[in-house]
């Protein structure tokens, strides 16, 4: 499995444009405008020079990197999560995600209109923030309204009222569900309605060329206090751009890139921001068959990170081969590894550790 994004914005932010940038993609950047609805849906490699490295070692039959999924849903804007059209689509689309990604307009075109008419991300990223606040407080009333009509009431039920008050409370303090400091019970009974400001969020900035060199955009100061307060990673893309230069030949990009002030691709960084506000990294499988990258959170134990590669290696774990990149790269082989004595044998409480290269043993 791999890490889900819906990206998420008002009309005009240039979300598809950034969801064109990342995945590589061809979407039209206007039909959203001209009333499509439909979700673009698309995956991102997530580039990683130890894959490089390890696949250029092996020279397998097959090199698989880490995948993001991105959904680029219609426009939001005030009142969308109380329509039943538009609305309800977005919503939906993204309900499932693992992350939102909140693209917000900070570049002017005067070809292509504001929909406030001015250029104001702080406005809009709290524009965004309410209309998610009163989708999840929709649902939740109805879910309230439904079980203190019950004629029965059962154990789980009562749990689920008491829960569901605690979160509409926060909600009406105008605070997201994710602040809550809830139990496991808790957080396991919140899984399944997926709320809108119970998922981690990154703010994307979506400027032009000349906000993007200068490092300004209008009303900076607010969105990064903002940004700060609530926690939330903040990355500038210059969208259009650099949208542009990704359509360009592997070996010509580095030039314009560098040009901008940035030596790694906007999927690149955002993968990076994302995986460390999540708490998530890779380790590695490697052999003639393959090169892989797995995507595991921190703190996953070996028989854990075997039942990704597949479930018969969870079931009959033995022990765990690992060697670490950085020893792999100065030894030049598993050959030199060995010679060194870094080749280690692992048992299933090991926690296994971003650059891991791995061979599981098992018997089922």
């Known amino acids: 499995m791999y890490l889900t994004c819906g990206l998420i914005g008002l009309p005009a932010a240039g979300k598809t444009t950034i969801y064109n940038l990342l995945t590589g993609s061809l979407a039209q950047t206007s039909a959203f405008l001209s009333g499509k609805a439909d979700t673009n849906v698309g995956t991102a490699k997530v580039p990683d020079e130890r894959v490089d490295f390890l696949a250029g070692l092996y020279r397998p039959r097959k090199t698989t990197y880490a995948m993001i999924q991105f959904s680029d849903v219609p426009g939001l804007g005030y009142g969308s999560s109380r329509e039943k059209k538009t609305g309800n689509q ?7 995600a693992d992350m939102l990604i909140h693209v917000v307009r900070a570049f002017c075109n ?9 250029i104001n991300p702080f ?6 923030s309410t209309e998610l606040l009163f989708a999840d407080m929709e649902i939740i009333e109805r879910k309230i309204s439904r079980l203190k009509g019950s004629k029965r009431t059962n154990k789980e039920e009562a749990f689920e009222l008491l829960l569901m008050e605690k979160c509409l409370r926060t909600l009406e303090d105008e605070l997201p569900i994710g602040d809550l400091d809830l139990d496991d019970n808790e957080k396991l009974a919140l899984k ?6 119970e998922k981690p969020m990154l703010i994307v900035i979506n400027t032009d060329e000349r906000q993007f060199k200068t490092l300004t955009f209008p009303f900076k100061e607010e969105v990064e206090r903002y940004a700060v307060s609530r926690n939330l990673p903040l990355l500038e893309i210059c969208g259009q751009l650099e949208m542009e230069i990704g359509m360009l030949p592997l070996e010509e990009r580095g030039v314009f890139l560098a040009d901008l002030g940035v030596n790694r691709s906007g999927i690149d960084r955002l993968a990076r921001l994302a995986y460390d506000y999540l708490g998530l990294f890779s380790f590695f499988t490697v052999g003639e068959d393959e090169v892989r990258a797995w995507t595991i959170p ?4 070996a028989r854990q ?20 990149y950085r020893d792999l790269v100065e030894s030049g082989s598993m050959a030199g590894i060995k010679e060194r004595g870094l080749y ?18 098992f018997n089922v």
């Open 344 to 361: 280690r044998l692992e048992g299933k409480e090991y926690l296994v550790e971003d650059g891991d290269i791995i061979n599981f043993r």
């Open 192 to 197: 399944s309605y997926g709320f809108l400001t």
């Open 90 to 96: 977005f919503l939906n689309a993204v309900r499932s």
């Open 123 to 128: 406005r809009d990223i709290e524009t965004i």
């Open 298 to 301: 921190k703190g996953t134990k």
């Open 305 to 324: 990170a075997a039942g990704k590669v597949h479930s018969d290696m969870e079931r009959g774990f033995i022990k765990a081969e690992v060697v670490k």
């Open 110 to 118: 005067p070809e292509l209109p504001h929909v406030e008419s001015s």
